[in-house]
């Protein structure tokens, strides 16, 4: 706990942080002042009315009643920033032997936080009981489908060597002074979860229940355009700098150089608070906040190529992690039963394994092998949703 506590503190999402901080104190400032009202509203009328108990009272018209289901159906569109800081391509000057590149120093040409992943939409569906007593019960699920982003180094004129690096043994450089280096990241995300509903007062409900969220992050290198013939001169003659590579046998269909894939599957629970902070005629404008710790099963998957054949590895492991949640929504009542609204969605996470973050974990040699799982990095997904609720 002191380590996720700790992360919590030290990583860049304390700006995400600070803003559900902000969220959650917008949100409950109004609960004493309507507690407040609340009591001098009965005060009052019990002054002014002065009534015994058994006074009759008007009948109740049950078709006026709250209605006690509500089915939200929506669209979610969410970006992605943060992640991991990763050198992942370096250039060394084409004239260095291609036997030196593995220990010369380059400049850093492409590093894993460059990535313009952009965003990406998914379905959002919950259904919402409410009932007289206060008390409701909720489910939703939403997923947000790949979110892909590929950069391409080179080929540069002059010819530089483009270099990657990794524990042990492993470095690559393009096998022709024609082909870049390239790497592609793609993630997705996927949750599902029930809540517990308390109405503390006609705009503030408090919420605490159980979620699962998904996490998937994968990053990839290859050479591109493919090769055209073997790179045979790699052992033919190792010493030879980048002008000087002479052209090999026929290709095969060779495998991407890199390849590694992270699943995060986090069970936990939150407690949240939803509040509706306007309300002008047929708007209203609600926020919402959750925050949640989570038992992270983490794991990676990594394929390194070796001589053109790859070599998998993996590692799993469990870790706390943390997940905060904030948004607003702007409805607008189209009739008393439908509404269509729009909002402004953030979700962090601490504490979970990114591809990138893998680079360091795995180890080269003879063949290739899985020191653990990184699982210390932190990111945040934000965007929009817009969608209809229905009530009945």
């Known amino acids: ?176 002074p024609y082909q870049a280096m390239a790497w592609s990241a793609a993630t997705n995300l996927y949750g599902a979860e029930v809540n517990g509903r308390l109405a503390l007062s006609s705009r503030v409900t408090m919420l605490a229940g159980f979620r699962w969220l998904q996490l998937n992050d994968n990053l990839q290198g290859t050479l591109t355009p493919p090769d055209q013939t073997a790179p045979t001169w790699k052992s033919a003659c190792p010493g030879c700098n980048i002008f000087q590579i002479t052209p090999g046998v026929a290709a095969g269909n060779y495998p991407p150089f890199w390849n590694t894939t992270t699943t995060n599957n986090l069970y936990g629970v939150q407690i949240g608070v939803n509040g509706k902070i306007l309300e002008l005629g047929r708007f209203s404008l609600d926020g919402l906040i959750k925050i949640g710790l989570f038992d992270n099963h983490a794991g990676q998957s990594t394929g390194v190529s070796l001589q053109k054949v790859a070599y998998p590895s993996q590692a799993t492991t469990n870790q706390a992690a943390f997940v905060g949640e904030a948004g607003l929504q702007l409805k607008y009542q189209l009739s008393k039963a439908l509404a269509l609204k729009a909002g402004y969605e953030a979700l962090w996470f601490d504490g979970v394994a990114l591809a990138p973050g893998q680079i360091q974990e795995t180890y080269t040699l003879s063949n290739v092998r899985a020191l653990g799982v990184n699982r210390g990095s932190s990111v945040l997904f934000q965007g929009a949703t817009f969608g209809l609720e229905y009530s009945f």
Request: with cysteine; aromatic share 12%.
């Open 1 to 176: 706990m002191r380590t996720l506590l700790g992360s919590f503190r030290n990583r860049r999402g304390c700006v995400a942080g600070c803003f559900l901080c902000a969220l959650f104190a917008t949100l409950f400032l109004p609960i004493t002042a309507l507690a407040g009202d609340q009591q001098n509203s009965t005060g009052k009328s019990a002054d002014r009315e002065g009534l015994p108990p058994s006074f009759p009272q008007r009948p109740v018209d049950q078709s006026e009643s709250t209605p006690r289901w509500t089915v939200s159906a929506e669209a979610i569109v969410l970006g992605r920033i943060g992640g991991v800081s990763r050198t992942l391509v370096e250039r060394v000057p084409g004239t260095v032997p291609f036997n030196a590149t593995f220990f010369v120093a380059g400049t850093e040409a492409f590093n894993s936080n460059q990535f313009q992943q952009g965003f990406s939409a998914g379905p959002k569906v919950s259904l919402t009981y409410h009932d007289d007593s206060g008390y409701g019960v909720e489910l939703s699920y939403f997923n947000v489908f790949d979110q892909r982003a590929t950069k391409a180094i080179g080929p540069d004129s002059p010819a530089d060597w483009l270099v990657m690096r990794a524990p042990g043994i492993f470095w690559q450089t393009q096998d022709f």
